[in-house]
């Protein structure tokens, strides 16, 4: 075993010696009271401080990493929340207006060909939101109604920011969440935004209108 490595089982401070045969060889490892002539091999203090602080510097510096990623997160799903409730807010008087109550023939390639989906949500007659859930917009009750379904849900955040947008949208009367189905008078406060957004499962989030 080499000196170096067994510096480390001795106490903070102590050193290793090893007796020398005539050739100037180390022939045994003895205690410091064994030899006079023993060799002493030490890790100098402040060597052992520099460590120590090299390794504080990178926990702090993983630290302030992970921080930094959690931030970034939370300003990511902030945004993303911001900007599925104004997709929603916008987009139901749009198709409103245009369709007035008869939406038999509206689909997701109608409302792309009307220019009701932003840019950065589409691709072809395919429509994604910030988060990546699938959307659909389709005719309910026989073309009466229609909706807009998020498949697979959305993040809660997300969920709060639109119920938010909607709460006072006439047009709005129904969340369906999972095959659940939530009246408007229901989500029109933010306690019960809170409530209804914190207890849904990741079933489609369907707002639906008139």
Not at 64 to 93: E, G, K, W
């Amino acid at each position: 075993m080499s000196d170096t490595i067994l510096i480390g089982f001795f106490r903070t401070g102590a050193c290793l010696q090893t007796a020398r045969r005539p050739d100037g060889h180390p022939s045994r490892h003895l205690a410091p009271h064994q030899s006079r002539g023993a060799r002493r091999t030490c890790m100098p203090r402040r060597n052992r401080r520099g460590l120590i602080g090299m390794l504080l510097s990178i926990v702090v510096a993983v630290v302030i990493v992970i921080a930094i990623f959690a931030v970034y997160n939370q300003l990511t799903a902030s945004a993303s929340a911001a900007q599925t409730a104004v997709f929603v807010r916008q987009l139901a008087p749009q198709i409103s207006n245009q369709y007035r109550g008869n939406y038999t023939g509206l689909n997701n390639a109608a409302a792309v060909s009307s220019g009701f989906i932003p840019d950065n949500w589409r691709n072809g007659n395919a429509i994604r939101s910030p988060s990546g859930a699938r959307v659909t917009i389709g005719p309910l009750d026989s073309g009466r109604n229609f909706r807009i379904t998020f498949h697979f849900g959305v993040p809660v955040q997300t969920c709060k920011a639109v119920l938010s947008a909607l709460k006072s949208d006439q047009r709005f009367y129904t969340l369906r969440v999972g095959g659940t189905s939530t009246p408007r008078r229901d989500v029109d406060t933010p306690a019960k935004i809170n409530t209804e957004c914190a207890g849904f499962g990741r079933g489609d989030f369907e707002p639906r209108f008139r």
